[in-house]
């Protein structure tokens, strides 16, 4: 079961090492990589059930609340019973200092039937800190 503060999404300062733990997998802007759970924060390590992680770069950062830059997101896909659940962190910059937003559970992917083939792509791009508006994808 998750802990009650991973209900809440907030802004929290990561290290700079962490940031480029997870930054550095993230190679080519806007491809999707999985992440060694060993690396995720002993803050989200302490989610029960979790089975993979995945990060992805974004083409061009984009403004959230504070005067920060996201620039990454992460998301963290556990499992409970027979259903897999998908929880999205964005990271963010302020030029000097980088923070976490996150867990970000309200959109339709949250919840997938285990076994399931997880359609890793449609897990990003969900994370709207308060204030921030995030534009959709253009269409080709």
Not at 2 to 17: L, S
Request: proline fraction near 8%.
């Amino acid at each position: 079961m998750i802990q009650h503060e991973y209900y809440r999404c907030q802004w929290h300062k990561v290290t700079e090492d962490q940031a480029k733990a997870i930054t550095g997998c993230t190679t080519h802007p806007d491809e999707v990589y999985a992440y060694p759970l060993s690396g995720l924060l002993s803050s989200m390590q302490g989610i029960s059930g979790i089975e993979s992680a995945y990060v992805s770069g974004a083409i061009e950062s984009f403004d959230v609340p504070g005067e920060m830059k996201a620039f990454c997101e992460l998301v963290v896909i556990r499992e409970e019973g027979l259903t897999a659940r998908a929880y999205n962190w964005i990271f963010a910059s302020t030029g000097t200092d980088v923070y976490m937003y996150g867990p970000e559970t309200n959109f339709p992917e949250h919840h997938i039937p285990v076994g399931d083939p997880i359609p890793i792509h449609s897990l990003f791009g969900h994370v709207s800190p308060p204030g921030t508006i995030i534009a959709p994808a253009e269409e080709e």
